[in-house]
């Protein structure tokens, strides 16, 4: 596979509703793609680079950047046997690891397609189907989550997580609770308190959850390991883990007993399978996150879940959750008890509306080999 030229495009996509967690709300999506152009072939990757820096200190301008600016002259005009050789090429940057995922996402997709097998084979996957669950984030009122979660729950949804913060928790949780006892429940905080709410966070303990996500700062684990000793309630950790390093050190600190693995905050395939590979020799289930991505970046995902110790329902859900139309062909859907077939054909499996990117884009440069340097 030669990389002959690189596009960076923005589109934008509104959101079917607003989405909002407790570090703010998104009506939009700014999404950044790349084409990766070859000979025979035009792969595609998703960056999951929010709009803001306040998941994480990524956002679509830093990625487009750093891709421009550093990425992209590092894979022009190479011939790459495997899309993995890409990692020791991007390693000079530090950091950046979305940026980076786009970019080595794509190149798995293009070797998949060049080897004529579906994506999830080529990573390793097993599973055929995935168990969705679903996150929804904080509404104008309770009543309103409340139905909300009775329609997904009603689609087939195995899993709900609800978006937590202070002042939307325990209350929320609590209405949940008494009128669904037994559905697999969790919360996330993304990174909403500190440990001088002890009290608080061991006050959720009584809503039986499956698990409480990133509850302390974003770049923590050191912390988070005081707190799970602290709470029967198992810690699941998102926004701290970006490495098999960072898994490892979890799993020895206790920091938490299950990861949510985002195959772009981690900066690609390859270090989303080795943190996958970590979590299953220490015991820790997994699950597969989701960025409100498009159906690119949804296609990734999919092929990711399929490996073996991905074995709690995830985020990854049906695209008409999140947009009136998505840009892959044929949208994702999930069955109505709540699992999504993954498909067998080669690479993603899913066709790239390239007539339709095209009309949602607002921003495009082509990067061509001959004329790069650093
Ligand atoms: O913390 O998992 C998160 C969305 C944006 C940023 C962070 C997170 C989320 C979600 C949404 O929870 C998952 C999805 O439905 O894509
Ligand atoms: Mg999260």
Redesign the pocket.
Same mark, same amino acid.
């Given at each position: 596979m030669k990389i002959n030229a690189l596009t960076l495009r923005e589109i934008r996509m509104p959101l079917v509703h607003f989405?909002e967690?407790s570090f703010g709300r998104t009506t939009e999506r700014r999404i950044l793609l790349i084409t990766l152009h070859g000979e025979a072939f035009n792969a595609w990757g998703e960056c999951v680079a929010?709009e803001n820096p306040f998941?994480s200190e990524e956002s679509i301008d830093t990625a487009w950047w750093v891709i421009s600016r550093y990425l992209a002259p590092a894979v022009l005009g190479r011939k790459f046997c495997s899309a993995g050789e890409c990692v020791p090429l991007f390693a000079r940057v530090r950091a950046h690891r979305m940026a980076k995922a786009a970019i080595e996402n794509a190149l798995w997709d293009a070797e998949a397609r060049e080897k004529n097998l579906p994506l999830w084979k080529l990573l390793g996957g097993t599973h055929r189907e995935i168990a969705c669950g679903? &996150?929804i984030g904080i509404q104008e009122s309770v009543e309103q989550l409340l139905e909300k979660i009775a329609a997904e729950l009603a689609a087939g949804y195995r899993r709900i997580?609800v978006?937590v913060k202070p002042g939307w928790d325990v209350k929320v949780l609590d209405r949940i609770r008494s009128r669904w006892p037994d559905i697999a429940l969790s919360c996330?905080a993304?990174s909403a308190y500190t440990l001088d709410d002890l009290d608080h966070l061991k006050s959720f303990e009584r809503f039986n959850l499956l698990m409480i996500?990133?509850p302390l700062w974003w770049d923590d684990f050191y912390f988070h390991a005081r707190l799970q000793k602290q709470l029967t309630t198992a810690i699941c950790l998102?926004e701290a883990i970006h490495s098999a390093r960072d898994a490892q050190a979890a799993a020895d600190l206790g920091a938490c007993r299950i990861i949510?693995i985002k195959v772009g905050r981690v900066g690609g395939f390859s270090e989303a399978i080795a943190i996958h590979d970590v979590c299953r020799a220490q015991k820790i289930p997994v699950w597969c996150?989701?960025?409100?991505?498009a159906g690119i970046g949804r296609s990734h995902n999919i092929a990711l879940s399929t490996l073996e110790n991905f074995t709690l329902p995830g985020?990854v &859900?049906a695209s008409k959750r999140y947009w009136l139309e998505d840009i892959i062909e044929p949208e994702v859907e999930v069955t109505p008890t709540g699992l999504i077939h993954v498909p067998d054909r080669p690479g993603t499996g899913f066709r790239v509306r390239e007539d339709l990117i095209e009309k949602l884009t607002v921003h495009k440069e082509t990067l061509r080999a001959a004329s790069t340097s650093v």
């Open positions: 989405f967690t929010g998941y679903v &996150s997580k978006k996330d993304n996500e990133q998102d949510n996150g989701g960025m409100l991505e985020d &859900s």
